[in-house]
């Protein structure tokens, strides 16, 4: 295939002319603005039209969004050309396109696809290229799990926010509507227009491997709100929110990554506990949902994933809660929709039961042709992918992909990790973090009374893009406040050695400070925690991420809860711990007791201030 120049956000030029674009799909943006019926209708009428000149094969591969290794749409790295070639069967994005006629690709750090603002905006803008070069070609749908927190794909010099929990304990919709439109505004100026968040899930269940602190909480009411807010947030910024993972995946203690969770919520259970916030962001105009690999028996007792299930996603997403935007999968590749099918029947089925993308499949030949094949075999019908279809397309006219599919490097120069966007990112956690004990008002450490500080604790890999580890980002805030403390990383399995080794350097300083990683009745955390506190020493501890670490440590006179080991979320605890901001997180989860789990030890909006 022959290549072009991939026009570079520096070089806008480069693309085909706005004019091209803008003839081939004339009108289909002109009256989405307006909400009127007939204004859909016509809009409809143009999309239709687009789907009418579609082959068979190019309509397949609008329903696909699949990954691809490279940080160039065109010029990838040798090891991304070959695991390209292993795994997808051609060299690069622009060839990935050209075969499977791709509707969207996904992004992630681990296929080098988000290396700095202007790389990423300058892959969005080759693979946006090399769709549209083809013959019919369409502007493509980028994604990414861009949730903030644990979980986040884009990150320094991009702004990185707190995640769902801490906002949850923040409990202010403005801020999370304020994440959303700058964390949009920046996504959408790289090019992703799809942004896999917010989660809906109301985590109900502390057990919960895959979701805790990337949800809001486990109130209904107050996860529907905060969700509805970062929509709003998102999709002011023209990028589209997802909300996830349908029906619920919030009461589980497998992780459908690797195992297949089942939900034994009664149906009026599942109305009250895990419904509200979909209903929300549907109110809210959400433009994607995505499914979670779960079976939830008392909505389909078939024993299928809700993924596969018609009366989950045709019966009640689109039925009974009325929604008619896009649902797309979770990624093909987890465990949780692979028990039961094999690779080719899984997008068949998806399909049947009422999805519109299909995302990340583990082989995309494989999904590809096995959709292909049963349109031919009379299984799917032609009119059945063109539902789909039209609901994808009419999403990328709503994003305007169709008039203005490229972006700039003013662009990203303008919008990404800007001053006044970090700054906002800072704001919005000292509202988070949490203070959950303070006896005797331990807190805040003076700096008089204990000018040198040991920072010790887990040091969990760094979510992506930010600086990490948490030790060393708490001892340099401690530092720039006025303290002189200085990091050891005990790990979060620390041996005997480990420890010691701990003991020993906290008889030089005034007081220590620990950071805790989802500590349990036998952790060696615990072990940590108690040699220190028999030194005598004033011990803080910050939970950097569950929030039920404080059962299993009672003796810690000073407790704070951070949600998340990200700078911002690190750097907002230690400005509450030197006493420059005032605690103002109440917790969104109940924290159970240790000994008796029945029993709530802190129970929700539980949180102490100076």
Request: glycine content about 10%; aromatic content about 4%.
């Amino acid at each position: 295939m022959h290549h072009t120049s991939t026009p570079s956000a520096g070089n806008p030029a480069a693309a085909p002319s706005r004019r091209t674009v803008l003839a081939a799909t004339a009108g289909v943006t002109a009256a989405l603005t307006v909400g009127q019926s007939t204004a859909q209708a016509a809009d409809d009428k143009h999309l239709q039209r687009l789907i009418s000149r579609m082959s068979l094969e190019e309509k397949v591969g609008q329903l696909f969004v699949s990954r691809v290794y490279g940080h160039s749409a065109t010029a990838p790295d040798q090891a991304d050309i070959d695991a390209n070639l292993s795994e997808l069967g051609v060299r690069t994005a622009a060839e990935l396109l050209a075969k499977y006629r791709l509707g969207g690709i996904i992004y992630f750090t681990w296929a080098h696809n988000t290396r700095t603002p202007h790389q990423i905006a300058d892959l969005s803008n080759g693979i946006q290229k090399a769709s549209l070069d083809l013959p019919r070609g369409l502007p493509v749908l980028v994604s990414t799990d861009q949730e903030h927190g644990i979980v986040a794909r884009v990150g320094r010099p991009a702004t990185l926010f707190p995640g769902a929990m801490a906002l949850g304990a923040g409990g202010s919709r403005a801020d999370a509507r304020t994440l959303g439109r700058i964390a949009g505004e920046e996504l959408r100026a790289m090019g992703i227009r799809q942004d896999y968040a917010p989660v809906a899930d109301v985590n109900v269940n502390p057990a919960n491997p895959v979701i805790g602190v990337r949800s809001f909480g486990a109130d209904p009411d107050a996860v529907a709100d905060l969700v509805a807010a970062e929509v709003t947030g998102y999709q002011r910024a023209d990028v589209a929110a997802t909300a996830k993972h349908f029906p619920g995946h919030g009461d589980t203690e497998v992780d459908s990554h690797y195992g297949f969770p089942v939900i034994e919520h009664t149906r009026e259970e599942w109305g009250r506990i895990d419904a509200p916030p979909f209903r929300a962001a549907i109110e809210a105009g959400i433009d994607s949902i995505m499914t979670a690999h779960i079976m939830v028996p008392a909505l389909d007792s078939s024993g299928d994933p809700a993924t596969l299930s018609r009366p989950i996603l045709t019966g009640i997403l689109r039925e009974e809660l009325g929604y008619d935007g896009v649902v797309v999968t979770d990624s093909l590749g987890m465990e949780g929709v692979r028990t039961k099918y094999g690779d080719d029947r899984v997008p068949v089925l998806a399909l049947k039961a009422g999805v519109d993308q299909l995302l990340n499949p583990p082989k995309l030949d494989v999904a590809w042709n096995a959709v292909l094949k049963a349109v031919q075999d009379g299984e799917l019908t032609e009119e059945r992918l063109d539902e789909s279809i039209l609901r994808v397309l009419r999403l990328k006219a709503k994003l305007g992909l169709f008039e203005s599919p490229y972006v700039s490097a003013r662009g990203v120069d303008r919008a990404v990790g800007t001053r006044a966007h970090l700054k906002e990112a800072d704001r919005i956690a000292e509202r988070t973090t949490t203070l959950l004990v303070n006896e005797g008002g331990l807190l805040p450490l003076s700096r008089r009374e204990h000018p040198r500080l040991l920072v010790v604790g887990a040091d969990p890999a760094s979510p992506s893009g930010t600086t990490g580890p948490p030790t060393g980002v708490l001892a340099t805030a401690l530092t720039e406040l006025g303290f002189t403390a200085t990091a050891l990383s005990t790990g979060t399995a620390p041996s005997a050695a480990v420890v010691d080794r701990a003991v020993a350097a906290a008889q030089d300083v005034d007081a220590v400070v620990v950071g805790t990683y989802n500590v349990t009745a036998t952790s060696a955390q615990k072990t940590l925690v108690e040699r220190l506190l028999a030194t005598g020493k004033p011990v803080v501890a910050v939970a950097v991420r569950n929030p039920y670490d404080v059962a299993h440590l009672p003796g810690v006179r000073g407790y704070l809860a951070s949600y998340s080991w990200t700078d911002v979320e690190v750097r907002a605890a230690a400005r509450v711990i030197a006493g420059k901001v005032r605690p103002r997180g109440k917790l969104p989860v109940p924290v159970q007791r240790a000994d008796d789990p029945a029993r709530v030890l802190y129970p929700v909006g539980h949180g102490l201030s100076y």
